[in-house]
């Protein structure tokens, strides 16, 4: 598990892999992805205001989804930009968070 992850910071490369990226959906998140060229992965997180009015609430599920990428980046195929994008249900779960997330992953072909 790495310490650091590289983050998607620049507001052009959200939309690149928002308006170029390929979409993956569960009940719980959905994935955003597209190759970027690099040999590393670098990663993004977005908790909607849609959805979770509330900074604090969005604050959480931010810190949740960064777990579960450092949890799995270290499978990760290498070159790929990805933002996780919480859903709604995501708010009420533990343990199965990590479950979606990696069937998730596995079914849009980001893992080894």
């Known amino acids: 598990m790495p310490a650091r992850l590289l983050k998607l910071k620049e507001k052009n490369d959200f939309f690149l892999v928002f308006r170029q990226g390929q979409v993956r959906n569960n009940e719980f998140l959905s994935v955003r992805f597209h190759k ?3 040999k590393n992965n670098r990663f993004g997180v977005l908790a909607p205001v849609k959805f979770f009015r509330r900074a604090n ?11 579960i990428l ?6 990760f195929l290498p070159g790929q ?16 968070a990590l479950t979606a997330a ?11």
């Open 36 to 38: 970027n060229g690099q």
């Open 57 to 67: 609430q969005r604050n959480r599920l931010k810190r949740k989804l960064r777990v």
């Open 70 to 75: 450092r949890h799995f980046a270290d499978d």
């Open 81 to 96: 930009d990805v933002i996780l994008v919480a859903r709604p249900s995501l708010d009420g779960i533990g343990q199965e």
């Open 102 to 112: 990696r069937d998730l992953f596995q079914k849009a072909g980001l893992t080894k």
